[in-house]
């Protein structure tokens, strides 16, 4: 019995792992949402019930609640009331704050107490090689973070093949992810990684800045954005972030020219002295890159950010195989999925035709689209900055 108040007990047996795996996501985010509803994490335990009201007053869940009975909403006020005493109980207000900064609950909070100076020992260590341009050993940093953290919920990999850490390391070196099939690959990237390791290194860093660590405010947070961009620079991850959406374009531009800028005010700068040098065909691998590059140029290159024009440009299209491809000319739209970093190409009724071979980010204003004289082109018409 897992004895929640002296008034309200829930009747799951933890025997089990299935028991374990059932009531820990439920008290992770219920524990969570304690800590974000009570204002003053110093509060009193005898002050409880009324910060719980005071934070519930009016509140969707109590209106909802209202539809319940009162004997069902006088149990639900009796759980939170009773979870809220038990984390008092087992916490002080300094750890409170770190767990509600780093968004979890209280077994996910005592690990990151318990392993606290390991943890940020380790994230301080490739903060710093990230800085001096040790890349190598940042990687090896990160991996080293992952696999302390790989198992614990809400940080847990799920889809983590047997190479996950040659994988992590080419993505934090800003090489080509290639293990294994694509589709497995991106779902460790996009899942375990930019989501689940990023919330995971930064709650290791606001969880010590909290609760007053040693060596907390040394903590840059560098690492979360390279792991989002996977590119290992900040002049890397500035342009990431400006809108250019290739890792393979970034790596290329800053091996030619390498950069430490890290504002879009140093990006202009460094783009004023290059533009000449990067604007030709020839600098890039292809046509589309090269046209992703001039239109990135001039969005953030040009003195004049607010000037609209109108420009066009072709892009290379991968129709599905299972769709009729459509005639030269036929109006096509553009969905741009930014999780995936894929720009779709739709027919009228928006379902999918295909997708673009590179992305079309960093663009805004009104976007045209159309089928080219070559059917494996499309016609782009952009009216915007």
Same mark, same amino acid.
């Given at each position: 019995?897992?004895?929640?108040?002296?008034?309200?007990?829930?009747?799951?047996?933890?025997?089990?792992?299935?028991?374990?795996?059932?009531?820990?996501?439920?008290?992770?985010?219920? #524990?969570? =949402?304690?800590?974000?509803?009570?204002?003053?994490?110093?509060?009193?335990?005898?002050?409880?019930?009324?910060?719980?009201?005071?934070?519930?007053?009016?509140?969707?869940?109590?209106?909802?609640?209202?539809?319940?009975?009162?004997?069902?909403?006088?149990?639900? &006020?009796?759980?939170?009331?009773? &979870?809220?005493?038990?984390?008092?109980?087992?916490?002080? =207000?300094? *750890?409170?704050?770190?767990?509600?900064?780093?968004?979890?609950?209280?077994?996910?909070?005592?690990?990151?107490?318990?392993?606290? @100076?390991?943890?940020?020992?380790?994230?301080?260590?490739?903060? =710093? !090689?990230?800085?001096?341009?040790?890349?190598?050993?940042?990687?090896?940093?990160?991996?080293?973070? *992952?696999? %302390?953290? %790989?198992?614990?919920?809400?940080?847990?990999?799920?889809?983590?093949?047997? #190479?996950?850490?040659?994988?992590?390391?080419?993505?934090? %070196?800003?090489?080509?992810?290639?293990?294994?099939?694509?589709? $497995?690959?991106?779902?460790? @990237?996009?899942?375990?990684?930019?989501?689940?390791?990023?919330?995971?290194?930064?709650? +290791?860093?606001?969880?010590?800045?909290?609760?007053?660590?040693?060596?907390?405010?040394?903590? !840059?947070?560098?690492?979360?954005?390279?792991?989002?961009?996977?590119? /290992?620079?900040?002049?890397?991850?500035?342009?990431?972030?400006?809108?250019?959406?290739?890792?393979?374009?970034? +790596?290329?531009?800053? *091996?030619?020219?390498?950069?430490?800028?890290?504002?879009?005010?140093?990006?202009?700068?460094?783009?004023?002295?290059?533009?000449?040098?990067?604007? /030709?065909?020839?600098?890039?691998? #292809?046509?589309?890159?090269?046209?992703?590059?001039? =239109?990135?140029?001039?969005?953030?290159?040009?003195?004049?950010?607010?000037?609209?024009?109108?420009? %066009?440009?072709? *892009?290379?299209?991968?129709?599905?195989?299972?769709?009729?491809?459509?005639?030269?000319?036929? +109006?096509?739209?553009?969905?741009? $999925?930014?999780?995936?970093?894929?720009?779709?190409?739709?027919?009228?009724?928006?379902?999918?035709?295909? &997708?673009?071979?590179?992305?079309?980010?960093?663009?805004?204003?009104?976007?045209?689209?159309?089928?080219? +004289?070559?059917?494996?082109?499309?016609?782009?018409?952009?009216?915007?900055?």
């Amino acid at each position: 019995m897992l004895v929640l108040s002296g008034m309200c007990r829930l009747s799951i047996s933890l025997s089990t792992a299935q028991g374990h795996e059932l009531i820990a996501p439920v008290l992770a985010e219920l #524990d969570a =949402a304690l800590f974000g509803s009570i204002e003053d994490l110093a509060c009193a335990p005898e002050l409880l019930a009324d910060a719980l009201d005071a934070a519930l007053h009016a509140s969707l869940w109590v209106r909802r609640l209202a539809h319940r009975g009162e004997a069902s909403a006088q149990l639900c &006020r009796e759980v939170m009331l009773g &979870r809220a005493q038990w984390l008092w109980a087992r916490t002080s =207000a300094s *750890a409170r704050r770190g767990y509600y900064a780093a968004g979890v609950g209280y077994a996910t909070g005592k690990f990151l107490d318990e392993h606290q @100076v390991d943890l940020v020992a380790l994230l301080r260590s490739a903060e =710093a !090689s990230l800085v001096i341009g040790n890349v190598e050993a940042a990687a090896e940093h990160v991996v080293e973070l *992952a696999r %302390r953290l %790989r198992s614990v919920p809400p940080f847990a990999f799920e889809n983590a093949a047997d #190479d996950w850490e040659i994988a992590l390391t080419a993505w934090v %070196r800003g090489e080509p992810v290639a293990t294994g099939r694509r589709e $497995d690959a991106v779902a460790f @990237v996009q899942n375990d990684v930019v989501y689940r390791l990023v919330w995971a290194v930064e709650a +290791i860093r606001v969880h010590a800045i909290h609760t007053g660590a040693t060596d907390a405010d040394l903590l !840059s947070g560098t690492v979360a954005p390279v792991l989002t961009y996977g590119v /290992p620079t900040s002049a890397g991850v500035v342009l990431a972030q400006s809108g250019l959406p290739s890792r393979s374009m970034i +790596i290329r531009v800053l *091996a030619a020219f390498p950069a430490d800028f890290s504002s879009t005010n140093g990006l202009r700068e460094w783009l004023a002295g290059i533009r000449s040098e990067t604007e /030709p065909r020839e600098f890039w691998a #292809d046509p589309d890159s090269a046209a992703m590059w001039q =239109a990135f140029v001039r969005r953030w290159g040009d003195g004049d950010a607010e000037r609209w024009s109108d420009r %066009r440009m072709e *892009a290379e299209v991968l129709w599905t195989e299972r769709e009729a491809i459509p005639s030269a000319d036929t +109006i096509v739209s553009l969905v741009h $999925d930014s999780a995936e970093q894929t720009t779709y190409v739709c027919g009228a009724d928006l379902s999918p035709l295909g &997708r673009l071979s590179m992305p079309l980010t960093g663009e805004s204003g009104a976007v045209a689209a159309r089928v080219g +004289i070559e059917s494996n082109r499309l016609v782009i018409d952009i009216f915007g900055p």
